[in-house]
């Protein structure tokens, strides 16, 4: 797995449906939503690259879309912000100081979960549900953490 091309420019070429990738980006492993979830880069199965780094004490995940629009609709940016808010919510009961890391209109999103706090699989398969559609497991963890902690937002 290698990611030495990370945001270079071109070639970006169409690859197997999913919206261009950079030609590099061919050879990364493609995650599907019940593959077993570790550190890495992967192509998601909405044509997303996913980056997963663990630290102590987070795990910091990067999902990009460049080049894709349909993942930028209001319901998705509406998703993407509550698994972001729930990732905050979790941190804020454990004293972590840091903000929801989320912007709307960006195809370039990353998050911040706290280890313990909200399962690494649980987050990135609500992350890859979202993505192709399904709001469900994105307003569970948010409900999750807005009933343990008040509303986070």
């Given at each position: 797995?290698?990611?030495?091309?990370?945001?270079?420019?071109?070639?970006y070429?169409?690859?197997?449906?999913?919206p261009?990738?950079?030609?590099?980006?061919?050879?990364?492993?493609?995650?599907h939503?019940?593959?077993?979830?570790?550190?890495?880069?992967?192509?998601?199965?909405?044509?997303?690259?996913?980056?997963?780094?663990?630290?102590?004490?987070?795990?910091?995940?990067?999902?990009?879309?460049?080049?894709?629009?349909?993942?930028?609709?209001?319901?998705?940016?509406?998703?993407?912000?509550?698994?972001?808010?729930?990732?905050?919510?979790?941190?804020?009961?454990?004293?972590?100081?840091?903000?929801?890391?989320?912007?709307?209109?960006?195809?370039?999103?990353?998050?911040?979960?706290?280890?313990?706090?909200?399962?690494?699989?649980?987050?990135?398969?609500?992350?890859?549900?979202?993505?192709?559609?399904?709001?469900?497991?994105?307003?569970?963890?948010?409900?999750?953490?807005?009933?343990?902690?008040?509303?986070?937002?």
């Amino acid at each position: 797995m290698t990611d030495d091309h990370r945001g270079a420019a071109g070639p970006y070429i169409p690859y197997d449906g999913l919206p261009p990738l950079h030609k590099t980006e061919t050879d990364l492993p493609r995650l599907h939503p019940y593959d077993a979830v570790s550190p890495g880069r992967y192509i998601t199965p909405g044509g997303g690259r996913l980056t997963i780094e663990t630290t102590t004490a987070h795990h910091q995940i990067t999902l990009d879309h460049l080049g894709c629009d349909a993942q930028t609709t209001e319901p998705k940016e509406a998703a993407f912000k509550q698994l972001a808010l729930a990732a905050e919510g979790r941190c804020l009961q454990a004293g972590c100081k840091h903000d929801a890391r989320f912007s709307v209109g960006n195809v370039y999103r990353g998050f911040q979960v706290r280890r313990g706090s909200i399962e690494l699989p649980a987050f990135v398969r609500a992350l890859l549900a979202v993505e192709l559609g399904d709001f469900g497991p994105a307003a569970r963890l948010f409900g999750e953490t807005s009933s343990s902690a008040g509303d986070p937002s």
